[in-house]
């Protein structure tokens, strides 16, 4: 689609909205959505520019990405012991990462937004009752006598995203990310012995890099942040939030019209609008007028994704997608069709822009060998320049013999090392992986039991132990750890051009296999 077509925030609102929300009382969502529009971005351009360059690298692979949190945030879960925990484990994950690939780690969390949820159906049985699903604290509440969608969630889920990412922010600019002192990174909760001797050879090895650094002078301060000392490039990550973009109206009202950052002003930017329109004049009214450019961020995120329920071609959710700056990311799943998949890029990215799109896969365990490969090949003849991440919670979601949710670690690992193996055998590359974790605790100080298996050999009849999702089953600290000391390992081997042996150890003693 040529970017000279028209695109506005609200053209989405002529084409048909899957996962729509019916509201009720529609003058009270009009107030609300008015209100939001009046509200202050949750991000800034500058930002998002910063992680479209970041993942442009992640497509040359000179980065990988980590694309993490939980399936569905709650109003309940903002906490500062919920957010620490969870920027904590986001952090141990990259450094393990960081030590295995010597790359730098793209970090974006399912986090401050991510309230939202699609369903397969408007209404869920619960007992002998019929009511409407539910849908996500931002639209009703999961008591069944509270189904009933109130538009004033939608404020109130605004501003736990604010109050969420003001709580990152402040973590990341006062030492909770330095490579100083690793071990704060929620280290006591390893439980595992095994996954804690491994965590602490890396930390280790890197304290002793770190020290060698200090020595001859690299990253020495005088003071600690808290006494007054500066920061430095040991002490600060970047981290970028991102949500389903799945209730549009929201979305159109936190989209914002800003001149291009200065430093991209130059680019031949999609659906700029200029601050002013007048006819071009002579000497120097072009270069005036380039500045006074205006692109669409969507600023309740750095990043947002279109999902597997709504990304039909001629759907309000890709139309909407195809207008905004933001990088996005877009779930592929078994049933998308390689030439769709082809059409919808052309829709999405029409000028094949570098960091702009990245795609999902989401296939299972048992279905990745059949349909990656030709969507691979599909998109390589293309020449669309795309970011490949691996998502391999969605498509292993089973119900245990208890009647729970869950998913086996056997089959997530499955997925992710199949996706590894068939990118390298169709000349492409693995960027990144998309998982549902947390480092939520229970009050008794112990990880939540919502997967089965992995160095802690959790089994089914364990899970109700500590069972804490409302939605979807989420690796825990130790099984999310073990997933990155086996991804860290893959890209060591590969850094030194060694081949994982059908043999290897750290994946058969965490269970690896195939879903039957």
Known sequence: MAAADNWAPNSWRSKPAAQDVVYPDREKLDKVLSKLRTLPPLVT?????????????????EAFLLHAGDCAESFDACTHENISNKIGLILSFSLILVWGARLPIVRIGRIAGQYAKPRSSATEKIGDREVLSFRGDNVNGLDPNDRTPDPERLLSAYFHSATTLNYIRALLTSGFA???HPRDWSLSHVRSPALRAEFERITE??????????????????ASYEEGGPRDTLGEVDFYTSHEGLMLEVEEAMTRAFPVPSSFASLATPFITPAHSRAASPSGTDSRREKSKRVHYNTSAHFIWIGDRTRQLDGAHVEYFRGIRNPIGVKVGPSMKSEELVRLLDVVNPDREDGKVTLITRYGAG????????????VKKSGHPVVWICDPMHGNTLTSSTGLKTRHFGTIISEITSCLRIHAEHGSRLGGVSLEFTGELSEDGFSVTECVGGSMELSEEQLGLRYQSFCDPRLNFEQSLDVAFLISNHLKLERLGRKRSDTD???AELGGRKAA
């Not at 060698?212 to 002078?217: N, Q, S």
């Not at 279905?367 to 599909?378: P, R, Y």
């Open 45 to 61: 351009p500058s930002e998002i520019e910063r992680l479209r360059h970041q993942l442009a690298q992640v497509q040359r692979n």
């Open 178 to 180: 330095s490579l100083h």
């Open 205 to 222: 090895g890197l304290s002793d890099a770190l020290d060698f650094t200090r020595t001859i002078g690299v990253g020495r301060q005088t």
């Open 367 to 378: 279905k990745v060998e059949q349909f990656l490969g030709d969507h691979i090949d599909a």
């Open 505 to 507: 150890v750290l994946y």
